[in-house]
């Protein structure tokens, strides 16, 4: 995992020569002066954006004919080692602040009541796609299973090792949703089966694929990239 | 005493405050740029050696941007500064325009000709465009009013890139003329004195 992403920082970091070294982020492990700027900056950038969050401000909303065909993948690892999750056997687990732990099955999940919505999937690097996504609102399921939404975070963990987490008010968002289908079908492996979160208010990578852990808490998640350098809002 | 200063104290020090913005704000733009070209090219270089530096420096450098804009905007209007801006006419411009190229261009010490003018009203333009595509970029759902005067968040990032190209060529062009006539650099730093 180590060398497949240093591999990864360095292929994004082609063609660019480091006009100042140690500006980089290249060791989280071990800031330097310019990364402890940068992280306070960060983390600045964090508040001013929970102040920004409108709860009823909604993503924009597009027709079925904007949809981008074929849908793109991406992740940190090529298409083929995406991770293949039983969908007979699977159970979402649940974690921290919520009252009734029991884990979830598929079937429970789609139980439900689905929301479907055709939005804009804006990438960190700056590309955007337009897809349609289906599931459960995720305000609705955390009501249901009692989850304390006086918590700040809502974590998650996936089936290829990714990690993330978001605040709660963007949780608690109408757009924001365990997705089960995509495009109309249920989700397949490279698109984040058999659960995954879609968030429109936010960047792509706060939309967690194959997610296996939820979990509500007061304790800083972090995230796979956030803990990178991404910014962990990334609020759109 | 101030009366005779070419270049006042707040001047100085937003210029300078803003050559530092631009260093970060170009540098790592170009570094976000990288991570998915709008055109057939990338930059060679970039500030932060990854997208996620080049990120964390251009949202943390933009405050520097913004304030610092600020800054010089409420000080220009209050003090009258933004009168030596206007009026730009195009005769003028012209004329100046053929005198510069000629080489036969007068400096006249504490006065903008009509190029700078038209210069310094435009780069200021293009700052204006630089940072309002910029924020309906990092904020497309929340200031969708902002992101939808642009044309969407597709429009407005070739806007964006756009106001940086324009401000690029500003800058090369003021450093040009910077090194063409010498004399004007030590004022900007001293304050200077007017004859």
Redo the contacts between chains.
């Keep these: 995992m180590i060398h497949r992403r240093s591999l990864l ?1 360095r292929a ?2 082609l ?6 070294g140690g ?4 060791d989280p492990a071990h800031p330097d002066l310019a990364d402890k ?2 992280h306070a ?2 983390a600045w ?1 964090d508040r001013v954006q929970a102040a ?3 709860p009823h ?4 909303t597009f027709r079925p004919d904007q949809i981008t065909n074929p849908p793109r993948f991406n992740a940190f690892y090529p298409i083929d080692q995406a991770p293949v999750v039983d969908e007979a056997t699977y159970k979402l687990e649940l974690g921290g602040q919520i009252q009734n732990k029991t884990p979830w099955s598929l079937r429970q999940l789609r139980t439900l009541p689905q929301e479907s919505q055709i939005t ?1 999937f ?7 796609v337009i897809g349609q996504w289906s599931g459960v609102p995720l305000g609705r399921f955390l009501r249901q299973v009692g989850a304390d939404t006086s918590c700040k975070y809502v974590s998650f963990k996936c089936a290829d090792g990714y990690y993330s987490s978001i605040d709660m008010a963007s949780a608690l968002h109408p757009q924001t949703i365990l997705a089960l289908d995509f495009l109309g079908a249920p989700l397949t492996a490279p698109f984040g089966a058999p659960v995954r979160l879609r968030i ?2 936010k960047l792509g990578f706060k939309n967690p694929k194959s997610i296996m852990q939820l979990a509500v808490t007061n304790v800083y998640p972090g995230g796979y ?1 956030e803990d ?4 962990w809002f990334s ?2 | 005493m101030s009366r005779r200063v070419i270049h006042p104290w707040p001047l100085r020090l937003t210029h300078w405050l803003n050559a530092l913005a631009m260093v970060i704000m170009i540098g790592s733009g170009w570094q976000i740029y990288n991570a998915s070209p709008l055109f057939g090219f990338t930059f060679p270089i970039g500030l932060g050696q990854w997208l996620g530096a080049g990120i964390a420096w251009h949202l943390a450098g933009m405050w520097l941007l913004v304030f610092n804009g600020l800054i010089y905007v409420i000080w220009s209007l209050a003090s009258g500064h933004y009168k030596k801006l206007f009026p730009i006419r195009p005769r003028e411009v012209w004329g100046d325009f053929r005198s510069a190229l000629s080489l036969h261009l007068k400096h006249e010490t504490g006065v903008y000709n009509a190029v700078q003018k038209l210069l310094y009203a435009g780069v200021l333009l293009a700052g204006v465009l630089a940072v309002l595509s910029g924020l309906s970029i990092w904020k497309p759902v929340q200031l969708w009013f902002l992101c939808n005067l642009f044309g969407g968040y597709v429009i407005a990032r070739y806007v964006h890139f756009f106001a940086m190209t324009g401000i690029c060529l500003f800058i090369l062009i003021h450093l040009l003329l910077v090194a063409l006539v010498p004399k004007v650099l030590p004022p900007m730093i001293t304050g200077g004195r007017l004859p």
């Design positions: 920082l994004m970091a063609g660019a020569a480091a006009p100042l500006c980089n982020y290249e700027f940068l900056m960060s950038n920004l969050f409108d401000t909604l993503a924009p804009r804006v990438c960190v690097e700056g590309w955007r429109p208010t990239w990178q350098g991404y910014n609020g759109s």
